[in-house]
Each structure stands twice: as structure tokens, then as C-alpha cells.
């Protein structure tokens, strides 16, 4: 028996071909719903709730996190990869998406309010209004005396003993600054 040609002609001029995806673009679809997949079995059952999740894809997750073998979490990975093409992946790729955003939102907010906070212990006594109108410039006139008070207090803890003090500053700046 002949084999199939690859390219069949239609009246219309298209070919079918166009109209399916190759094998290799079907393999890198799974391929990145599998990593999807993967993905979703490293959060916790809280974050797992809030995500829409099918009912045999949640149960597959559940399941995931009860087997401790690793040729076992291998197969269900798998399991849970071919439960992913069969759903629509577009609203856990967003709402993943968006977890990951806010989570980067909050670690720049940890290092912008840890630099500012090595900022105003080197500034000097007189500069330190200054550095902390431009740190925060929308904060009131009682929030930037209780951040000089509490930089004030961090400069003259002890170095050797624990750093109470600067933690305290460290707290302020970082309410100040999510206030901002």
C-alpha cells in the first residue's frame, strides 16, 4: 500500500497540514502543561483552594501529596500532566502568574525597605528629615518623627547584643512604606 502524501490538496487551496499542529509543537503543548502541573504539586492545599482546579485534577494533586515514592510521584506527575490537557490551562497560568507577581512585589518592598533602612543608620543626625521625606514622601509629619525616633535608637544600640532596635525600625519603615 502506497504511503499517504504529506501535502493533499484541497479545492480551496489549503492543505492539512495547516490544520493540525506537528508533533513536535503537540510535545512542547504537553510537555509545558506537564511543568504546569508540576508547578501546582509544589504549593500547599491553601494556595491549591484558592486556584480553579477541576475536581479529578484536585484529587490527583491530593493523592500526589500522599505518595512518597519516586517512581510513584513520577507516574502521578504524568497522571496529572494528561488531567491538564484536557482542561483549559489560560485562568491557573494567570492566576499562578498573578501569585508569583505579588510574591516579587513583596520581596522588592523587603529589599527597597532594607536599603533604605542601611541608608538612614550611615546618614547623618541633621540629613536624616531629608532622607526620610525622599524614602517616603506621602508619609505625615508623625510617622516621619516616629522613624527618626526609632533611627535614632537603632544607632545607639549595643552592636554585640541583639538587634532589637533596628528590627523595630525595620518593622516601621516596612508599615510606613506599605501604607505609602
Avoid at 101 to 119: F, G, K, S, V, Y
Avoid at 142 to 157: K, P, Q
Avoid at 158 to 167: D, E, L, S, V, Y
Amino acid at each position: 500500500m502506497p504511503r499517504k502524501k504529506t501535502f493533499q490538496w484541497h479545492a480551496d487551496g489549503e492543505t492539512d497540514a495547516a490544520d493540525t499542529p506537528s508533533r513536535s509543537a503537540r510535545k512542547r503543548q504537553s510537555t509545558a502543561l506537564q511543568k504546569l502541573g508540576e508547578q501546582l504539586t509544589q504549593l500547599d492545599a491553601s494556595a491549591r483552594a484558592a486556584l480553579p482546579l477541576s475536581a479529578d485534577l484536585a484529587e490527583a494533586l491530593r493523592l500526589y501529596d500522599r505518595i512518597r515514592d519516586k517512581e510513584g510521584r513520577r507516574r502521578q506527575l504524568q497522571y496529572i500532566g494528561r488531567l491538564m490537557r484536557e482542561i483549559d490551562a489560560g485562568p491557573l497560568e494567570a492566576a499562578l502568574a498573578a501569585r508569583t507577581a505579588a510574591h516579587q512585589a513583596d520581596t522588592a518592598l523587603l529589599h527597597r525597605a532594607e536599603q533604605w533602612r542601611a541608608a538612614l543608620l550611615d546618614a547623618a543626625p541633621d540629613q536624616l528629615r531629608d532622607l526620610l521625606r525622599r524614602c517616603l514622601p506621602a508619609a505625615d509629619d508623625a510617622t516621619l518623627a516616629a522613624l527618626e525616633r526609632a533611627t535614632l535608637a537603632a544607632r545607639e544600640e549595643n552592636p554585640a547584643g541583639p538587634p532589637h532596635a533596628r528590627r523595630a525600625l525595620f518593622r516601621e519603615l516596612m508599615a510606613a512604606m506599605k501604607k505609602a
